[in-house]
């Protein structure tokens, strides 16, 4: 691989981090609060709601990829997901009136914007998966070539 630069490595570890940010915060507030309270309230909305960290996180992550010419597709492919996942189960609760309170949030409808909402919460991990491994790429110690004496 090439790429194995210093900044190649820092916009890995910083772009996975920022990634994986949205995902595991839900889980650590609620081990948190449960802990503390006695009560399970999880916050599923939260990784969207963190959109922006995936965005940021997503776009250095892609830079690292095409700058080490690995994990570009695995990468690539789970930020456009997660980018057609956000937007349609967005643009599906304002036209079903999902986000304005005019339906209630039961049936059809709501069970397809948590189907898309799912769906980007999976591409998120998936890119997150793609950032760790492109990581432990970058960090693997090169072999030296052995040639005969």
């Not at 996975?16 to 006695?38: D, K, M, R, S």
């Not at 250095?60 to 997660?82: D, K, M, N, P, T």
């Not at 304002?94 to 069970?111: K, Y």
């Not at 492109?134 to 070539?145: D, I, K």
């Amino acid at each position: 691989m090439r790429g194995h630069t210093g900044l190649t490595k820092g916009l890995a570890i910083v772009g996975t981090v920022l990634i994986w940010i949205p995902i595991l915060a839900p889980i650590l507030f609620t081990l948190l609060y449960l802990l503390t309270h006695g009560v399970f309230r999880f916050d599923y909305l939260m990784p969207a709601e963190l959109a922006l960290l995936v965005v940021v996180g997503g776009a250095l992550l892609f830079w690292a990829a095409q700058r080490a010419g690995s994990q570009r597709w695995l990468i690539g492919a789970g930020l456009g997901v997660a980018a057609a996942g956000l937007v349609l189960s967005q643009a599906l609760a304002v036209v079903s009136g999902l986000a304005s309170g005019e339906r209630e949030a039961t049936g059809f409808w709501f069970v397809l914007v948590l189907c898309l909402l799912i769906l980007y919460i999976l591409a998120v991990i998936v890119t997150g998966v793609g950032g760790l491994v492109l990581v432990r790429e970058l960090y693997r110690p090169v072999q030296p070539l052995n040639h005969p004496a």
